[in-house]
Antibody, heavy 118, light 107 residues
Framework: EVRLVESGGGLVQPGRSLRLSCTASGITFNTQWMHWVRQPPGKGLVWVSRINGDASETRYADAVKGRFTISRDNAKSTVYLQMNSLTVDDTALYYCASPRFGGYFDYWGQGILVTVSS | EIVMTQSPDTLSVSPGERATLSCRAS??????LAWYQQKPGQAPRLLIYGASTRATGIPTRFSGSGSGTEFTLTISSLQSEDSAVYYCQHYNHWLWTFGQGTKVEIK
């Protein structure tokens, strides 16, 4: 059984930083592309970032480029999202997601809430 | 960025009836389209990929069609457990985008 478990969310003030983690099990982690997708309260899904298996390629949505950094530790089967200079618009449920083969997401974590507020 | 537009925003259907959801891409995405179902408090679940291939374990009442810019998700005989928000997503380009969602309600 594939499991993706996010952690590290919480309440943070605008301008501060937070690091999310997603630990995977049941998959061959070091070959898996890993993604972050977020969902603002009451709204739809928004793709945020992705990283390939050996961390040689990363991509970001324009809304987070230059502020967020995705990374991974294959020895720990964990992907990270370092979020800096947070704004209220970053408030969302953040999902870790992974495709088996293509660009669609077979596997999802349960989500972790990030609230940016003063 | 490819914009995905879903219609309608909300669909109210009686149990046993057919539900038809639409998704339009702002440019051609071939068949690189997926559909997801999201129930309250849950993560999205993959229903369809490649525009028409059902994911593992998805009931046969769910079907997808279309290519290019116009796509459809059909629930042939709506069940009470199908009450959810449905999202389309393209993967034709690395900048993945989702539609805004269609909420399916049971009448």
């Amino acid at each position: 059984e594939v499991r993706l478990v996010e952690s590290g969310g919480g309440l943070v003030q605008p301008g501060r930083s937070l690091r999310l983690s997603c630990t995977a099990s049941g998959i061959t982690f070091n070959t898996q592309w890993m993604h972050w997708v977020r969902q603002p309260p009451g709204k739809g899904l928004v793709w945020v970032s992705r990283i390939n298996g050996d961390a040689s390629e990363t991509r970001y949505a324009d809304a987070v480029k230059g502020r967020f950094t995705i990374s991974r530790d294959n020895a720990k089967s964990t992907v990270y999202l370092q979020m800096n200079s947070l704004t209220v618009d970053d408030t969302a449920l953040y999902y870790c997601a992974s495709p088996r083969f293509g660009g669609y997401f077979d596997y999802w974590g349960q989500g972790i809430l990030v609230t940016v507020s003063s | 960025e490819i914009v995905m537009t879903q219609s309608p925003d909300t669909l109210s259907v009686s149990p046993g009836e057919r539900a038809t959801l639409s998704c339009r891409a702002s440019e051609s995405i071939s068949s690189k389209l997926a559909w997801y179902q999201q129930k309250p408090g849950q993560a999205p679940r993959l229903l369809i990929y490649g525009a028409s291939t059902r994911a593992t374990g998805i009931p046969t009442r769910f079907s997808g069609s279309g290519s290019g810019t116009e796509f459809t998700l059909t629930i042939s005989s709506l069940q009470s457990e199908d009450s959810a928000v449905y999202y389309c997503q393209h993967y034709n380009h690395w900048l993945w985008t989702f539609g805004q969602g269609t909420k399916v309600e049971i009448k």
